[in-house]
């Protein structure tokens, strides 16, 4: 177990480096902030030069792999870490410089136990890109098919380990000092970044989770997902068909190619609603870097180690929350709120639909070019702490995947809206999974189920409460000290009188002290 010392030493070394970006200015200066944390930040800044305007995200990428990770995690936390601060880390890149090649090449050899050539005919020695976690490297199988080759740094597993460890350290201490910290939940949101990035360390679960978005959006034209190659994939290691493509952020190489950037950005939203709202499952990493267009306009994503997850209440909630906001019905909005046990039943429903008035109302009226899901989400971030909703993790990944995707929407065609493209969508979807026919056939499906579970039920009682006339219950047995559990007492029985002797001592040691102050 890591000493206390050891963290605080890694947080003042870590803080030191903040602060030369000027990225601890916020902390002290924020009146929510523990007077602790402010001390902390203080000593940490001692004799640094501090910048004008903070840059958190090059501080961010100075200090290492997992606090790049924990940046762009951040990110989608304006309520933790000030809007300031998360728009800044939202220019996080994943870019660090690349691993020296003789390093893959034993990474791969080592975690399949065969030489790299009878696996790959080719593998490019330079990298197509380097990131915090793995670097990518083109290659050619030994049957011939161009593929792209993800492997781990080596020792990165070991580093982020030992980072998280104190980031889990900082986070309930910080949540022990009560107040804001205990609302905000930062030990929530360290435990959602150690499930992320441990599911990024290990690429067979990004493999797989590739392989189950592909068949969610199976039925959906126009995007795809590359094929695995499960012979060439292990904890380590990750290979998928190569993608030839123009990468989405290169609008004038799209227009070179005759693509219709309007149709792509409104197939991007919808690609992005199916997997939200009718899979449950999506794709949490969709910035520019991981998506291409193929020549026939089909949207190409890449890079899904870190995916988002909803259960179908959530999702009804959810499409519920984003109509009633698009058609002003902030009464229904508010109930699902307290329905969903966001907004703690204390609090009137009243208020809450009055205050995301104040939030959707000025949008609306609008022309479709100056409406944001963005500013709407920055809105109802902003009046969360006066109604103590506490954070809720997957839909803040949610939150943070739809501004990603309205701001590729909108480089690709400024004049399209989030709401114009997904409100005929949402209205469907709750027609379809939400209207009498839905309901009747839910209730069906949980009334049959509930009649399929009850021989289940009979019998685990009938286990526990067995029907008279069997044998009769046996009386209960006494309790009997076994000779070896006495034999390891009185081994350590002469300890025990010591003990009881120290303790006589010091009883009438305290007795004479007290007799000499009396």
């Known amino acids: 177990m890591t000493r206390p010392a050891t963290h605080i030493w890694r947080l003042l070394k870590w803080g030191r480096t903040l602060a030369r970006h000027g990225a601890l200015r916020g902390i002290e200066r924020d009146p929510n902030t523990p007077v602790p944390v402010k001390r902390l930040a203080r000593i940490a800044r001692i004799g640094t030069f501090q910048p004008k305007n903070p840059d958190y995200a090059s ?11 924990l940046g762009q995690s951040l990110a989608t936390r304006p309520d933790l870490v000030g809007d300031e601060a ?15 090649f003789d390093g893959i090449r034993q990474a791969i050899e080592t975690s399949f136990d065969r030489p790299l050539d009878t696996l790959f005919a080719e593998l490019d020695p330079v990298p197509v890109g380097a990131a915090s976690i793995a ?46 910290a205990q609302r905000l939940r930062p030990r929530l949101t360290i435990a959602n970044f150690k499930r992320w990035t441990n599911r990024e360390l290990d690429l067979r679960r990004e493999a ?26 292990n904890g380590r290691v990750l290979t998928v068909a190569w993608v030839d493509g123009v990468k989405i952020s290169n609008l004038e190489g799209l227009r ?9 950005a409104r197939r991007l939203v919808l690609a992005f609603l199916t997997q939200a ?39 009804a909630w959810l499409a519920e929350i984003l109509y009633g906001l698009t058609t002003g019905d902030y009464r229904r909005v508010a109930e699902i709120h307290f329905e969903a046990q966001y907004v703690p039943a204390h609090h009137s429903v009243e208020e809450f639909a009055t205050a995301l008035r104040a939030v959707g109302e000025p949008m609306r009226g609008k022309p479709v070019s100056e409406l944001s899901v963005g500013q709407m989400l ?43 493209v997904s409100a005929p969508f949402v209205r ?24 399929l579970r009850l021989p289940g039920l009979v019998r685990r009682l009938e286990e526990k409460f067995p029907p008279k006339g069997g044998a009769p219950e046996p009386p209960p047995l006494p309790e009997i000290e076994l000779m070896w559990d006495r034999r390891a007492r009185e081994r350590h029985a002469p300890w025990g009188y010591v003990a009881v002797a120290l303790a006589g001592a010091l009883a009438g040691w305290a007795a004479g002290i007290a007799g000499i102050f009396a």
Not at 91 to 100: A, I
Not at 149 to 174: N, Q, S
Not at 428 to 451: K, Q, Y
């Open 59 to 69: 501080a961010f990428r100075a200090i290492g792999p997992a606090a790049i990770k």
């Open 86 to 100: 998360a728009h800044n880390l939202l220019s996080l890149q994943d870019n660090l410089p690349p691993v020296p």
């Open 428 to 451: 469907e979807w709750i027609r379809g999974e939400l209207g009498p026919e839905a309901a009747l056939a839910d209730r069906i499906r949980e009334d049959t189920e509930t009649l």
């Open 135 to 180: 670097q990518v490297h083109r290659g050619v199988t030994t049957d011939g098919r161009e593929v792209a080759v993800k492997v781990l740094r080596p020792g990165i597993k070991e580093r982020f380990v030992k980072d998280v460890a104190t980031y889990e350290w900082a986070a309930a201490h910080l949540e022990a000092m009560s107040g804001e």
């Open 256 to 264: 070179e190619k005759g693509h219709d950037l309007p149709a792509l």
């Open 208 to 233: 797989a989770s590739a392989s189950e978005l592909a068949e969610a959006m199976v039925a959906i034209e126009g995007y795809d997902i590359p094929e695995i190659d499960w012979d060439r994939t």
């Open 277 to 315: 709202i009718s899979a449950g499952f999506f794709h949490a990493d969709m910035h520019q870097g991981n998506l291409f267009v193929k020549d026939d306009g089909t949207i190409v994503a890449i890079d899904f180690g870190i995916m988002g997850r909803i259960d179908r209440r959530a999702r």
């Open 378 to 420: 920055d809105g109802l971030f902003a009046i969360t702490r006066d109604f103590d909703m506490q954070t809720q993790p997957h839909l803040l990944l949610l939150q943070k995947t739809m501004v990603m995707v309205e701001g590729i929407a909108t480089q690709l065609d400024p004049d399209i809206n989030m709401w114009d």
